[in-house]
Structure formats: C-alpha cells, structure tokens
Nanobody, 112 residues
Framework: QVQLVESGGGLVQPGGSLRLSCAAS????????MGWFRQAPGKGRELVAT???????IYADSVKGRFAISRDNAKKMVYLQMNSLKPEDTAVYYC??????WGQGTQVTVSS
C-alpha cells in the first residue's frame, strides 16, 4: 500500500524560499513517476512538476526557473525546492505517485 506524507509548508514572504518534502512508502518507488500538484482557493488542482524514476522532469510554465523537483530513490523521498516565491504560489501542495496516489497536502502561503 502506498502512503505519501508531505512536509515543509508554511508562511513565507514574497521572494523567499521553501523546500517541500514527500516521504513515500510501498514498492516500486524508484521506477514510478512522482509529482507535485497544487490547489489554490477556488481553483482546480494543477500540475507543478513531475519527475520520472530516471530523473527526467517537467514543469508548469508558471514555475519554470524558480522551482526544482528532485528525488532520492534510496530514501523514497521527493523534494520541491521553491525559490523566488510569489503570492500567486499560495496553495495547498500535494505529492502524487503514479498512477493515482495522493498525499494529504501541505499549505504554502506567500504573503508579506
């Protein structure tokens, strides 16, 4: 059974940084695609970034150049380094493991 637990969210000022972590359990972690999604108040859930088992990644246009996704297969961890944060990055961030497993989410609030 797959379980995903996110951590690292919080309140940060515009221009600041946060690092989100996702701890995964279950088998086949190293060969599955992992991702981060987010959902802002009143909006649908949207893709932020994904990373394959081999390390290939894609990003939403809105976060390219500011966010970086990475993984540690030995530790079954996925990370999202978020830099130059903007108020529009405020959302609940969810960890996702293919084909359809979700964490409980962690709140990120960017505000002065």
């Amino acid at each position: 059974q797959v379980q995903l637990v996110e951590s690292g969210g919080g309140l940060v000022q515009p221009g600041g940084s946060l690092r989100l972590s996702c701890a995964a359990s279950g088998s086949f972690f190293s060969i599955t695609t992992m991702g981060w999604f987010r959902q802002a108040p009143g909006k649908g859930r949207e893709l932020v970034a994904t990373i394959t088992g081999g390390g290939g990644s894609i990003y939403a246009d809105s976060v390219k150049g500011r966010f970086a996704i990475s993984r540690d297969n030995a530790k079954k961890m996925v990370y999202l380094q978020m830099n130059s944060l903007k108020p529009e990055d405020t959302a609940v961030y969810y960890c996702h493991q293919s084909p359809g497993y979700w964490g409980q989410g962690t709140q990120v609030t960017v505000s002065s």
